[in-house]
């Protein structure tokens, strides 16, 4: 065979020629280093990034479908990933696919993230102590305002309470009264008169 090494074989075990070897292995290198680069240099990817859209997941939640051969794989059963071309039977795997290294990159992400310099995040950290301040005033007023009317409600509806109950226990006793004074006799044993 043209191109293989020798091999001896005096005693039971192979001898294998090294020179041989050594001078294939240089053939190779050289036929290398003519060879012009046909390798693509790597893509440069968009470091990861936050999601900028809502994801559906549902849209078609407890809808029944007929599914035929026919059907486009976008309007079978499951979540269809339009970026893999790909369906996902449940929501839980299809978070899973979009969050996921394969789908990233077919986006044209890698999957590094951004370093953040230190005057990015005290930026981020007065934005986010200035959100809170102004989310907890306005909490505070509007909250104080309905807990006031609350309140109010709440007063207003137990004295109602108040006023039927004792419209209903004076309606009790003037009736109980009638009925002992046809008996003929005051009361049922108690010493208070009222």
Not at 23 to 41: G, H, I, V
Not at 42 to 50: G, I, Y
Not at 76 to 98: M, Q
Not at 157 to 174: D, G, N, T
Request: net charge positive; proline share 3%.
């Amino acid at each position: 065979m043209p191109g293989n090494p020798k091999v001896t074989y005096e005693d039971h075990r192979r001898k294998w020629d090294k020179s041989e070897y050594e001078k294939l292995a240089s053939d190779r290198l050289q036929e290398d280093d003519l060879q012009p680069e046909t390798s693509e240099k790597p893509v440069k990817r968009e470091l990861l990034k936050a999601r900028d859209y809502k994801i559906d997941l549902d849209s078609r939640l407890g809808k029944s479908v007929v599914v035929t051969q026919s059907t486009p794989a976008a309007d079978c059963g499951g979540y269809y990933c339009n970026v893999c071309d790909c369906v996902v039977k449940d929501s839980i795997n299809f978070l899973d696919h979009i969050n996921g290294k394969k789908h990233q990159r077919n986006l044209g992400m890698s999957m590094k993230v951004e370093r953040s310099t230190l005057d990015q995040v005290k930026q981020r950290f007065e934005t986010n102590k200035k959100k809170m301040e102004e989310k907890k005033r306005q909490y505070d007023f509007e909250e104080r305002m309905k807990e006031a009317k609350e309140d109010e409600e709440r007063i207003k509806a137990y004295r109602r309470e108040r006023k039927k109950e004792k419209k209903r226990k004076a309606e009790e006793m003037s009736g109980d009264t009638d009925i002992s004074e046809m008996m003929g006799f005051g009361g049922f044993g108690g010493s208070k008169k009222r």
